[in-house]
């Protein structure tokens, strides 16, 4: 299933509790069609003591967000836009926003 957001992408979130802001995707869970947003709806964990944690207690942690609550940010008005797809002359296939702005590739680190 093609997914309207990547990982790297800045989103705008459309509905629920945080609604309105904006964040970074950090992990895309295509199989459950859902998104973790940096920063958004954290929830506290309990954790055992272990050697990454030897004190145990509480954590923040972010939970998955559906993907039909997110929208790309476009970069002309830099709101939660709609996107499309657009077919080059040369094959490649490019995200572009509903206002005609190109949504941002996000280059991996170390690739250039």
Same mark, same amino acid.
């Given at each position: 299933m093609a997914?309207h957001?990547k990982k790297?992408?800045m989103?705008e979130i /459309?509905s629920?509790?945080?609604k309105?802001?904006?964040?970074? =995707? $950090?992990r +895309?869970? %295509?199989s459950? @069609?859902?998104?973790?947003?940096?920063?958004?709806n954290?929830?506290?964990?309990?954790?055992r003591?272990s050697q990454?944690n030897p004190q145990?207690?509480? /954590?923040?942690?972010?939970?998955?967000?559906h993907?039909?609550? =997110? $929208?790309? +940010?476009s %970069?002309?008005s @830099?709101r939660g836009?709609?996107?499309?797809y657009?077919?080059a002359?040369d094959?490649?296939k490019?995200?572009?926003?509903?206002?005609?702005?190109?949504i941002?590739v996000?280059t991996?680190a170390?690739?250039?």
């Amino acid at each position: 299933m093609a997914l309207h957001v990547k990982k790297g992408d800045m989103v705008e979130i /459309i509905s629920g509790d945080h609604k309105g802001a904006t964040g970074k =995707v $950090l992990r +895309v869970i %295509p199989s459950k @069609s859902r998104v973790i947003v940096q920063g958004h709806n954290i929830v506290k964990k309990h954790v055992r003591p272990s050697q990454k944690n030897p004190q145990g207690g509480r /954590i923040n942690i972010e939970q998955p967000i559906h993907i039909s609550n =997110v $929208l790309p +940010v476009s %970069p002309k008005s @830099s709101r939660g836009k709609r996107i499309g797809y657009k077919v080059a002359d040369d094959g490649s296939k490019k995200r572009v926003s509903c206002d005609g702005g190109e949504i941002g590739v996000v280059t991996k680190a170390g690739k250039k």
